[in-house]
């Protein structure tokens, strides 16, 4: 698995659809639309040269009244990831993968009461 798919596999790993922020379907937070999800991971993918570190940014969305479970899920994910982050073999070597230091932020939508995100940062590092 090349490093761009173990960054895949890595956000899929949560028991939610997780996709590149480019590849959302119409219609995802539309109870109406057969494209409806209610819950998913949306990320970016920065790629860079071995031994560099890049900042990448995920963002979780539910559809829901409550903080509670969007909260939770960003916990689980900040725990596995750990203190000292957490590293993910790749084809060409690892990808190390650690908190920043403002790893989860509540975001509003205005317009879509019912609609939770919290932006999740992490700092990336490719290692031969």
């Known amino acids: 698995m090349n490093r761009i ?26 109870r109406e639309s057969p494209n409806f999800l209610g819950q998913y991971i949306t990320y970016d993918v920065t790629d860079s040269g071995w031994d560099e570190e890049v900042p990448m940014m995920a963002n979780l969305w539910y559809l829901s009244e409550s903080w509670q479970e969007i909260t939770e899920k960003s916990m689980q ?9 957490i590293m993910l073999d790749c084809d060409e070597g ?35």
């Not at 798919?5 to 590149?20: C, E, H, P, Y």
């Not at 994910?77 to 982050?85: E, K, S, T, W």
């Not at 932020?105 to 939770?116: C, H, K, L, S, V």
């Open 77 to 85: 994910i900040g725990d596995y990831i750990g203190r000292g982050g």
């Open 5 to 30: 798919q173990r960054i895949n596999a890595f956000w899929n790993s949560f028991g939610l659809v997780a996709m590149d922020e480019n590849s959302v379907p119409d219609g995802a937070m539309d």
């Open 94 to 128: 690892a990808i190390w993968i650690k908190k920043a230091p403002s790893f989860a932020q509540r975001m509003a939508n205005e317009g879509y009461d019912n609609i939770r995100r919290i932006v999740l940062s992490i700092e990336v590092e490719y290692i031969v």
